[in-house]
Structures are given as structure tokens and as C-alpha cells.
T-cell receptor
């Protein structure tokens, strides 16, 4: 089992809809969680970081963390075609400053 | 705001040649990380430096070495290049750890290495 699991997709949503991206992790002691967006051939771009259980909102993006269930999700409201990209979940295991990345979920927002 | 700078952006080498990739972190960031990302793969951690000392080591081949200099820039040296080394190489920087919680990494634009 990979330490950070994501559905590779593609996840296809219509423009204006809510896109929901999920990520599960295996190390129960993990403390830091990040969502990155990566366009093809480009570098990962930080969207959100979250450290505590609950929701964290930033514009159209909401990260949700549930440590008991070991999952972190990213909601994108009012999805736009420009949101089409691969979304990488990154998790820092307990005691490590090096994030472990998931394989990423490909999101397609169609007009 | 200033971002992570990487050079060169593209590099083409022959097998068995050497390559040097450079990374200039965000000003005041003291930690640099190197990643390798193959097509369709997630970024694989290679090595990191904190305050000019190696702090963590990942799946970096013995043919590769890296260091961080006094001005905090870092160089990844790759020797005896193989076809399988063709990938995107990202550098990321952060302020390092604070309060036991990992600080956010900010990625540079990457160097695309092609080995022929």
C-alpha cells in the first residue's frame, strides 16, 4: 500500500460545479498536509496547507482534514476550465520534514 | 514575490556525460530540497539541505551528489548519465521546520533533463 493514496482519475466535472478530490494516508502520526496543483510539464504550485482537523477555506478552495479517518480532501467550488490540472496531495509523516506525495488526481473541468 | 530559481530550464546530454543543475531558493529560506519527477509520476525526493548541511536523503543514486553553498543556493551534480535519468528535476525551498511542524515547500520551475 502506498503511503499516500489518491484516485488517479481523471475526474471530470462541468464548469461551475464542485470538484471533490480525496487523499488517504497511512501514517497515523502525520501532522502536515498540503495540496499542490500541477499543470503538465510545470512545477507543483501550493494551493493549501492544513494542520488541524476540520475545514480550511481560501477563496474557492476548501481543504478538509480528518485525522481519525486519515483522509484529507480538497473541494473546488465554481470549477473553471483553468482548474484542469493534476492535484497532488502531500503528507509529512510524524518526525519528518520531507513530504510524501501521492500520485495525483487528474481533474478535467469541461465548459 | 521572489520565487525559487532554477537553471538551466532545459538540458540535453548524452549517456555517460555529466550535468549540473542549480537552484536559488526564495530569499531567507534556509532549506532546499531536490526532487525527480518522471512522466506521469509523483515527485520523488532525492536530497535536502538545511543551513548548508545535508538534512535528509531519499532515493538519490550514488552517481548524483549535491551541496548547498554559503549563499544558500544548491547544486545537483549528476554523473555517468543514463537514459533513465531523463526527467523533470525540481528544487523546492522552505524556511525549514518551526515548532516541530514542517514548513511549506515552494517549488521552482524545474529543469527538464533529456539524456540521449
Amino acid at each position: 500500500q502506498k503511503e499516500v493514496e489518491q484516485n488517479s482519475g481523471p475526474l471530470s466535472v462541468p464548469e461551475g460545479a464542485i470538484a471533490s478530490l480525496n487523499c488517504t494516508y497511512s501514517d497515523r502520526g502525520s501532522q502536515s498536509f498540503f495540496w499542490y496543483r500541477q499543470y503538465s510539464g510545470k512545477s507543483p504550485e501550493l494551493i493549501m496547507s492544513i494542520y488541524s482537523n476540520g475545514d480550511k477555506e481560501d477563496g474557492r478552495f476548501t481543504a478538509q482534514l480528518n485525522k481519525a479517518s486519515q483522509y484529507v480532501s480538497l473541494l473546488i467550488r465554481d470549477s473553471q476550465p483553468s482548474d484542469s490540472a493534476t492535484y497532488l496531495c502531500a503528507v509529512n509523516k510524524e518526525g519528518s520534514y520531507i513530504p510524501t506525495f501521492g500520485r495525483g488526481t487528474s481533474l478535467i473541468v469541461h465548459p | 514575490a521572489a520565487g525559487v530559481i532554477q537553471s538551466p530550464r532545459h538540458l540535453i546530454k548524452e549517456k555517460r556525460e555529466t550535468a549540473t543543475l542549480k537552484c536559488y531558493p526564495i530569499p531567507r529560506h534556509d532549506t532546499v530540497y531536490w526532487y525527480q519527477q518522471g512522466p506521469g509520476q509523483d515527485p520523488q525526493f532525492l536530497i535536502s539541505f538545511y543551513e548548508k548541511m545535508q538534512s535528509d536523503k531519499g532515493s538519490i543514486p550514488d552517481r548524483f551528489s549535491a551541496q548547498q553553498f554559503s549563499d544558500y543556493h544548491s547544486e545537483l551534480n549528476m554523473s555517468s548519465l543514463e537514459l533513465g535519468d531523463s526527467a523533470l528535476y525540481f528544487c523546492a525551498s522552505s524556511l525549514g521546520a518551526s515548532g516541530g511542524v514542517a514548513d511549506t515547500q515552494y517549488f521552482g520551475p524545474g529543469t527538464r533533463l533529456t539524456v540521449l
